[in-house]
């Protein structure tokens, strides 16, 4: 019996590791990528890094494919047509750890070697569109689309949002389906009624309904930013100061050049046609949690 | 104002216009930085090879801005750029 099929990031996924993601059709079909595991470890990496796929992972072209290396020692093979995935993962880690990673990283770089962009941000849908929550881990993401997911809004994502560009269209692609809470936020998650299992990285799993469309247009994109206020505000960010916070928030930071000036010229055109703002909001965690359990947050944006 | 001679971009940046703003990028460090429309103007006349003294009398023609407020403005813009790896002296 084939593996079954999940709709990720704007991709048919065949594989038989548990994704947290939704389930793709059922009728007889390839998918655009299978991922299996291999029998022996790739190769050992060697030559220049292409990129860095956050803190603990670095991705290598090589004769076939790209090669990401994560540092427990798993190894993830992607080939050169993009259609197939092969990982070892290293012992003591799990089929589900590297599942994870799938679902994260390596097919945050197989958007962008696909010409799409992948950022640190979640998204909730928005009256047909989406709106990303962006910022670098910590910023509370995960929290804000907890609260946005309990006024009613559909999940896109969480941590990884996959983009394609075109020139005058930004559109965004459901991820996984959970959302992973830190522990500061713990009551809010206990007050929506989603709880769940632990996560691997020592979170919370919040498990909203799976209503979101598969692709979405991106109707504008937030960064979180605290500072001494008591209640929530929008301002509209600049488009070069837009570029460089988006730019930073790319999940692949690419050292080859050539990758790097793509991803500049797709970060650009994002910021031509879709408004960037700076989501302000009460640094002191009480006066932030109230700002959360509010119901002012979610319609502030729904009207942007 | 002290202001440099000369400067030129490192061979790390690299930039994507928008509108009459600019973005710009150093390969080696992952940082980026926003620049307006005065400091866009800046970049490209740095990229052309103009002297600071030169690109001030360009600036002073074309943005209407006072002579010691752009040099105290290109200042803190020059030591951020170099702070960032994104130009460097001549």
């Not at chain 1, 994870?100 to 962009?117: F, K, N, W, Y």
């Not at chain 1, 910021?271 to 700076?278: A, N």
Request: hydrophobic share 45%; with cysteine; charged share 20%.
């Amino acid at each position: 019996m084939a593996p079954p099929l999940y709709e990720l990031h704007g991709l048919l996924v065949r594989t038989s590791l548990p994704l947290a993601a939704r389930k793709g059709p059922t009728e007889p079909q390839p998918g655009d990528v299978s991922i299996r595991a291999a029998s022996e470890p790739p190769k050992a990496p060697q030559g220049a890094v292409s990129a860095t796929l956050g803190a603990t992972a670095t991705l290598r072209r090589i004769r076939h494919g790209h090669l990401a290396t994560f540092s427990g020692g798993t190894r993830v093979l992607i080939s050169e047509d993009l259609a197939r995935v092969e990982y070892w993962h290293a012992p003591p880690e799990t089929p589900a750890y590297t599942a994870s990673l799938i679902v994260g990283p390596v097919l945050a770089a197989h958007a962008d070697l696909r010409g799409h962009l992948a950022l640190h941000s979640s998204a909730l849908e928005f009256d047909g569109g989406a709106i990303a929550v962006a910022g670098p881990p910590h910023a509370g993401k995960s929290s804000i689309a907890l609260s946005l997911a309990m006024r009613g809004r559909p999940l896109v994502t969480d941590d990884v949002l996959c983009m394609t560009v075109s020139s005058s269209q930004v559109v965004c692609h459901r991820g996984t389906t959970i959302l992973r809470i830190r522990s500061g936020s713990r009551e809010l998650l206990e007050a929506s009624q989603f709880g769940g299992a632990l996560t691997h990285d020592h979170r919370q799993a919040a498990f909203p309904p799976i209503t979101a469309k598969s692709s979405l247009d991106v109707r504008a994109i937030v960064f979180p930013h605290f500072e001494q206020r008591t209640d929530a505000k929008l301002v509209r960010v600049g488009n070069a100061a837009a570029a460089a916070v988006l730019g930073g928030t790319t999940r692949i930071r690419w050292h080859d050049p050539g990758a790097a000036a793509q991803q500049l010229g797709v970060v650009a055109r994002i910021v031509r046609s879709t408004p960037v703002f700076r989501l302000v909001l009460p640094d002191h965690p009480e006066l932030l949690r109230a700002v959360l359990c509010e119901p002012d947050l979610e319609g502030m944006l729904a009207s942007v | 104002m002290n202001l440099p001679d000369s400067l030129a971009i490192s061979a790390f940046a690299i930039s994507e216009r928008l509108s009459d703003e600019t973005v710009v990028l150093n390969l080696q460090t992952g940082r980026y930085c926003g620049l307006n429309s005065t400091a866009t103007r800046f970049w490209e006349l740095v990229a052309e090879g103009a002297s600071v003294s030169d690109a001030v009398d360009r600036l002073v023609e074309e943005f209407d801005v006072e002579r010691a407020e752009l040099e105290a403005d290109l200042g803190a813009l020059i030591e951020e750029l170099l702070r960032l790896g994104l130009i460097e002296r001549r």
